[in-house]
């Protein structure tokens, strides 16, 4: 098991997905003789888990099941713990999308904070690109640290306990591509264009308020950023339904219609309709993505 790689078999020491429903996931380190407590009942590792294939439907104590999913950055994003706040999927997408990642893609973020963008980035830069993460508090840089020895993809990361506001990403000329989510990116701006490549490469900055934008904004354009723009991702989920439509009473046919078909008499009622929904509340904002591009200099 690798967070970048696939293996079939479930193994002592790997990382996996307790998967109970959309809403409820958890992850779990897997120990001969190890035991995990579900709503359903427990899950034994060396008889339920070690051996058996990821994806298998497990049987829990109390007779209820869970399926056992391979771990990737997007379940890791719902399953994290939670030390900061963190980036989710349709922000991720953005991100990997328009920073141009690919394998092989040298990468510099600031601050790791919980790294659930950090494990997205790793997945579309593995398996010979590398991620540089800055992260100021001690606990949470170690604990990043931590996380990606047991995810097994600490040869693609190195992470640096630092202010990357006075003292950079430690990196010079040889990133593609800088992502900042600190309150303060504007001040980072200098080490970012430091960090990429003298071939150019891409900058993103996450804001949650238009004040922080406007200055990085201001801070791009000073150091000579083109491409600079800002968008931000509303994810918007239609509910499907099924609903019973009453049908108008026109009144009697004047005229038949030979072709047409007699209606079933349940339909002169009500018909039943796939229809969609837009949400009634939804989460909107969660910050805004700036983007801007350094040219070859
Ligand atoms: C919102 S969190 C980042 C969350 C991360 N993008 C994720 O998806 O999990 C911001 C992190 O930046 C760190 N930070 C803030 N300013 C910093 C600085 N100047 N240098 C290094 N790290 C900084 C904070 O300690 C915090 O952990």
Same mark, same amino acid.
């Given at each position: 098991?690798? %967070?970048?790689?696939?293996?079939?078999?479930?193994?002592?020491?790997?990382?996996?997905?307790?998967?109970?429903?959309?809403?409820?996931?958890? !992850?779990?380190?897997?120990?001969?003789?190890?035991?995990?407590?579900?709503?359903?009942?427990?899950? =034994?590792?060396?008889?339920?888990?070690?051996? =058996?294939?990821?994806?298998?439907?497990? #049987?829990?104590?109390?007779?209820?099941?869970?399926?056992?999913?391979?771990?990737?950055?997007?379940?890791?994003?719902?399953?994290?713990?939670?030390?900061?706040?963190?980036?989710?999927?349709?922000?991720?997408?953005?991100?990997?999308?328009? *920073?141009?990642?690919?394998?092989?893609?040298?990468?510099?973020?600031?601050? $790791?904070?919980?790294?659930?963008?950090?494990?997205?980035?790793?997945?579309?830069?593995?398996?010979?690109?590398?991620?540089?993460?800055?992260?100021?508090?001690?606990? =949470?840089?170690?604990?990043?640290?931590?996380? %990606? !020895?047991?995810?097994?993809?600490?040869?693609?990361?190195?992470?640096?306990? =630092?202010?990357?506001?006075?003292?950079?990403?430690?990196?010079?000329?040889?990133?593609?591509?800088?992502?900042?989510?600190?309150?303060?990116?504007?001040?980072?701006?200098?080490?970012?264009?430091?960090?990429?490549?003298?071939?150019?490469?891409?900058?993103?900055?996450?804001?949650?308020?238009?004040?922080?934008?406007?200055?990085?904004?201001?801070?791009?354009?000073?150091?000579?950023?083109?491409?600079?723009? #800002?968008?931000?991702?509303?994810?918007?989920?239609?509910?499907?339904?099924?609903?019973?439509?009453?049908?108008?009473?026109?009144?009697?046919?004047?005229?038949?219609?030979?072709?047409?078909?007699?209606?079933?008499?349940?339909?002169?009622?009500? !018909?039943? *309709?796939?229809? $969609? $929904?837009?949400?009634?509340?939804?989460?909107?904002?969660?910050?805004?993505? #700036?983007?801007?591009?350094?040219?070859?200099?």
């Amino acid at each position: 098991m690798s %967070f970048v790689e696939y293996s079939d078999e479930i193994a002592d020491g790997d990382v996996a997905v307790v998967y109970l429903g959309r809403e409820s996931t958890m !992850a779990v380190k897997v120990r001969r003789g190890g035991r995990t407590q579900t709503r359903y009942g427990a899950v =034994r590792h060396s008889a339920d888990l070690i051996g =058996r294939r990821y994806g298998a439907k497990v #049987t829990c104590g109390k007779g209820g099941w869970v399926h056992v999913l391979h771990p990737t950055p997007e379940l890791w994003t719902v399953t994290l713990p939670h030390r900061t706040q963190i980036l989710y999927a349709a922000d991720i997408a953005a991100v990997t999308l328009m *920073l141009e990642l690919k394998p092989g893609s040298v990468v510099c973020e600031s601050g $790791t904070g919980s790294g659930s963008l950090s494990h997205a980035i790793l997945r579309s830069i593995a398996p010979t690109g590398h991620l540089h993460t800055v992260e100021f508090h001690q606990q =949470r840089a170690e604990k990043a640290e931590e996380e %990606f !020895a047991e995810h097994r993809v600490a040869h693609l990361v190195t992470v640096r306990k =630092r202010d990357v506001c006075k003292d950079g990403f430690g990196v010079t000329g040889a990133a593609d591509a800088v992502f900042l989510d600190i309150p303060d990116p504007w001040e980072a701006v200098p080490h970012a264009k430091a960090a990429l490549k003298a071939r150019g490469g891409r900058v993103c900055s996450f804001s949650p308020c238009v004040e922080q934008v406007q200055r990085t904004c201001q801070a791009l354009s000073d150091h000579n950023f083109e491409e600079i723009g #800002t968008l931000e991702v509303v994810l918007r989920v239609h509910e499907v339904r099924t609903v019973s439509l009453p049908l108008p009473d026109f009144g009697p046919r004047v005229a038949p219609v030979p072709e047409a078909p007699p209606l079933p008499a349940s339909d002169h009622a009500a !018909a039943a *309709l796939k229809t $969609t $929904t837009p949400p009634r509340q939804m989460p909107a904002h969660t910050g805004y993505l #700036t983007f801007a591009t350094k040219p070859r200099t």
